[in-house]
């Protein structure tokens, strides 16, 4: 293991993106299966390292989002355009009694159908590239193998020409997901920039808040617009969807500031505890079991002695070792980690269903003749969705960080998690204020279409700003170590 030499050049193996997510990540929920048959001998591929002692659930989730998030969103939306053209451009009689049935105002057809399409996409794409993931790569059945494919791990990291970090507040306390960091920060050429790439497990739950609240919300908005239909023939304010957007937006905003804020926690607290780290402090599942296998009750090897002895061998001493977690590892993950929750193209992939309401909401004009509205109904939902919504969450996280510490009573702790939800609502509302007030001031001169284009560059140049950090602010780590860089 010492020398980063396999043993036989078939030890070294990967499985498929797509096997290694297969039955909903089974593989990572403790689910017992000959997964080793699936994998096959390879010379390059990702390493994905992990804890086994975190939430498994939050885990899948998140590899699903990094993994299948862009077709998802990318197929979806086409989807949703070419719906939308169909409505607009079809002339069938049955079309007009549908678009009648619901509403004049929004006809539910892009949402539905590009939901559908989104979790079908993100679930069953077959996405082709080659990772190694410990369960699936080493053979859990045959105790020779077994033993054979861990001592091939040095030859593993090796070979990798990348590394995909799954951190959750368990990681750093593992011994051999820190081993692994090192080893392949180790087996990098002089001079080479490692590919190493962290992703929160917590980004998981976040993002199927957010989706779900975007979902509900846009559910609200359709029936908004029937009981306006109903109620006042389709003039003046649509109050029901304000009083309901408002209830379900301060829902989400609460679960989504509280993640949040307590993300920026557990990244703080990984700082301080990888400034003081000592391998002996490191926990090995060896070591918590004395040494005994719980199932069959017979002796297990000390997965302390055989890292040792890596670790003397790569870099000379412990001493060395633990230097360069306290700093190199240390500098990588507190970099990347501050900015790994949230991402300019995340929000977007996560977010498209904002874009096929304002589409399906621009079906009735369409059909009506009426382009130019049209076409601000689209504009809009581009401004919200690329512009608006990224610019708003970048805001809502720096407000966290601000709030990050955890206060005394559960109560008072999950207050502030609420003043932080209302301060977001009431920057939305202002948003959408601001915009009414825009369109009024300037409707009289330009025509909605002119309008609706204003409004979206108007919104992308915010996003732009607010996440172009290098130019508009600084770009350093939250959390106080120094800036790595790698790319995020």
């Excluded at 549908?98 to 079908?120: D, H, I, K, N, Q």
């Excluded at 507040?169 to 997901?177: G, N, S, V």
């Excluded at 109904?377 to 709030?403: D, E, I, Q, S, T």
Aim: aromatic share 12%.
């Amino acid at each position: 293991m010492s020398e980063m030499k396999p043993t036989r050049p078939e030890m070294v193996r990967s499985v498929r993106v797509f096997q290694a997510l297969r039955n909903f990540g089974a593989a990572f929920r403790g689910v017992e299966a000959d997964f080793y048959s699936m994998s096959k001998p390879t010379k390059k591929m990702q390493f994905w390292s992990h804890s086994w002692h975190g939430s498994m659930t939050a885990k899948v989730l998140t590899l699903y989002l990094t993994q299948n998030a862009f077709p998802a969103a990318f197929l979806s939306t086409i989807l949703a355009f070419c719906v939308t053209m169909f409505f607009a451009l079809s002339r069938i009689p049955s079309l007009d009694h549908v678009v009648s049935t619901f509403s004049e105002r929004a006809v539910p057809c892009c949402l539905p159908l590009a939901f559908a399409s989104y979790g079908l996409v993100l679930l069953f794409w077959q996405r082709q590239e080659e990772v190694f993931v410990d369960k699936l790569c080493i053979n859990e059945w045959d105790r020779q193998l077994k033993a054979e494919g861990i001592l091939n791990i040095g030859a593993i990291l090796k070979s990798s020409d990348s590394m995909l970090v799954l951190w959750d507040k368990t990681y750093q306390k593992r011994l051999w997901c820190l081993f692994e960091i090192a080893a392949f920060l180790h087996s990098r050429p002089d001079g080479q920039k490692p590919h190493l790439v962290i992703r929160p497990t917590l980004l998981g739950p976040l993002v199927a808040v957010l989706n779900l609240g975007l979902i509900v919300g846009s559910g609200a908005a359709y029936l908004s617009a029937y009981v306006a239909d109903l109620t006042s023939e389709g003039s003046g304010p649509i109050l029901p969807f304000w009083v309901l957007f408002g209830l379900i937006t301060v829902q989400v905003q609460f679960a989504v500031a509280d993640l949040a804020r307590r993300y920026c926690r557990e990244v703080e607290d990984l700082s301080q505890e990888l400034r003081s780290f000592r391998l002996d402090d490191a926990r090995a599942w060896c070591c918590s079991v004395g040494h005994v296998n719980p199932a069959s009750g017979g002796s297990i090897p000390c997965d302390r002695a055989v890292v040792e002895r890596c670790i003397c061998s790569w870099f000379g001493c412990v001493d060395e070792f633990e230097r360069t977690v306290r700093t190199e590892v240390l500098s990588i993950l507190d970099s990347q980690l501050s900015t790994a929750l949230t991402s300019y193209c995340r929000i977007v992939e996560a977010s498209p269903c904002i874009l096929w309401a304002f589409a399906d909401f621009s079906v009735s004009p369409m059909l009506e003749g009426n382009a130019d509205a049209a076409m601000r109904l689209l504009l809009r939902g581009f401004a919200y969705w690329l512009g608006v919504v990224p610019a708003f969450l970048a805001v809502l996280y720096r407000m966290a960080h601000c709030l990050r510490r955890a206060r005394r009573s559960w109560c008072l702790d999950k207050l502030v998690s609420m003043m932080l939800a209302c301060f977001g609502v009431c920057l939305f509302v202002c948003t959408a204020v601001a915009e009414g007030a825009l369109f009024g001031l300037l409707r009289p001169w330009l025509p909605r279409a002119a309008y609706g284009a204003i409004f979206c560059f108007s919104s992308l140049t915010l996003a732009a700003l607010l996440w172009n950090r290098p130019r508009c602010f600084p770009r350093r780590p939250l959390f106080g170590a120094s800036a790595a860089t790698l790319r995020v």
